[in-house]
T-cell receptor, first 112, second 114 residues
Framework: GQNIDQPTEMTATEGAIVQINCTYQ??????LFWYQQHAGEAPTFLSY????GLEEKGRFSSFLSRSKGYSYLLLKELQMKDSASYLC?????????????FGGGTRLMVKP | EAQVTQNPRYLITVTGKKLTVTCSQN?????MSWYRQDPGLGLRQIYY???????DKGDVPEGYKVSRKEKRNFPLILESPSPNQTSLYFC?????????????FGSGTRLTVV
């Protein structure tokens, strides 16, 4: 199985940059996903990493280091609407099908 | 529009009264799954299905049933709901295999059992 750890809560200021970390342990790593989830709503896909390095998508970037079992999601120019939970999820080739295992999520609060 | 449709969005029911939460996807995905989400516990998988007539237990299957008679539908059945099944439920679907696609989630069903 996988252990996926991410901080429970973070607070940041509007306009700033925040980095949300995720560490994982898996025997057959086959991709890491970040999802955004506003309270009471469905998670929505943000990013995907399978090779080491940085993937940039507008204000959001995601980094992966497979040797360290580590990823981070970087949010720039924070806006109030970025207040949400951010879920790290790992796909393991030893899992049946395409199963993702989710971390507990990081609740980000953006303050004015 | 490609989507996963769950119904109902909100449901209040009484202990022991059987209920079904429906889930349907229009993307021809092989893989479908049910999760429940509780404060402090994150998303926990209940059941999943890799194709028609192929279902298997996730991490928290007790008290739930599923069926997959058609590729597009994956209903979640609570035969005798109890208050500890009060939760936010999500259905998700995905193609099988690897690639840069994750899950597509339904809008969620907030269930309260009194």
């Amino acid at each position: 199985g996988q252990n996926i750890d991410q901080p429970t809560e973070m607070t940041a200021t509007e306009g700033a940059i925040v980095q949300i970390n995720c560490t994982y342990q898996t025997s057959g790593f086959n991709g890491l996903f970040w999802y955004q989830q506003h309270a009471g709503e469905a998670p929505t896909f943000l990013s995907y990493n399978v090779l080491d390095g940085l993937e940039e998508k507008g204000r959001f970037s995601s980094f992966l280091s497979r040797s360290k079992g580590y990823s981070y999601l970087l949010l720039k120019e924070l806006q109030m609407k970025d207040s949400a939970s951010y879920l790290c999820a790992v796909r393991d080739s030893n899992n049946a099908g395409n199963m993702l295992t989710f971390g507990g999520g990081t609740r980000l609060m953006v303050k004015p | 529009e490609a989507q996963v449709t769950q119904n109902p969005r909100y449901l209040i029911t009484v202990t022991g009264k059987k209920l079904t939460v429906t889930c349907s996807q229009n993307m021809n995905h092989e893989y479908m799954s049910w999760y429940r989400q509780d404060p402090g516990l994150g998303l926990r998988q209940i059941y999943y299905s890799m194709n028609v007539e192929v279902t298997d237990k996730g991490d928290v299957p007790e008290g739930y049933k599923v069926s997959r008679k058609e590729k597009r539908n994956f209903p979640l059945i609570l035969e005798s709901p109890s208050p500890n099944q009060t939760s936010l439920y999500f259905c998700a679907s995905s193609p099988l295999g690897t690639g840069d696609y994750g899950y597509t989630f339904g809008s969620g069903t907030r269930l309260t059992v009194v």
